[in-house]
Nanobody, 125 residues
Framework: QVQLEESGGGLVQAGGSLRLSCAAS????????MGWFRQAPGKEREFVAG????????YYADSVKGRFTISRDDAKNTMYLQMNSLKPEDTAAYYC??????????????????WGQGTQVTVSS
């Protein structure tokens, strides 16, 4: 079983940037797709960004496309989310997740078997 730990969240003004990290331990995530999700108070969890097991394909929610960049460093067993031009509506708890099976990307949150505890991102106006 893989354990995930997010870091890098915090308070930032609108227009600012943050870089989230997701460090995996317990086993390598090298062959597994990974993703970022977020949940704001009173709202359902939503997909933010995903990256294929090879790192060759990335996927973004329309709301973050052009502002956020997902990447992975399998040598460090770590995934990142660079968030630029942040908006107040980006305020949420951000969670990273790893697919439960290797060599696939289907994009459904049901496919992700391991989740981190989350890191809070707050964007002030």
């Amino acid at each position: 079983q893989v354990q995930l730990e997010e870091s890098g969240g915090g308070l930032v003004q609108a227009g600012g940037s943050l870089r989230l990290s997701c460090a995996a331990s317990g086993r390598s995530v090298r062959l597994y797709a990974m993703g970022w999700f977020r949940q704001a108070p009173g709202k359902e969890r939503e997909f933010v960004a995903g990256i294929s097991w090879s790192g060759g394909s990335t996927y973004y929610a329309d709301s973050v496309k052009g502002r956020f960049t997902i990447s992975r460093d399998d040598a460090k067993n770590t995934m990142y989310l660079q968030m630029n031009s942040l908006k107040p509506e980006d305020t949420a708890a951000y969670y990273c997740a790893v697919d439960s099976k290797p060599y696939r990307w289907r994009g459904s949150s049901d496919d992700f078997g391991s989740w981190g505890q989350g890191t809070q991102v707050t964007v002030s106006s």
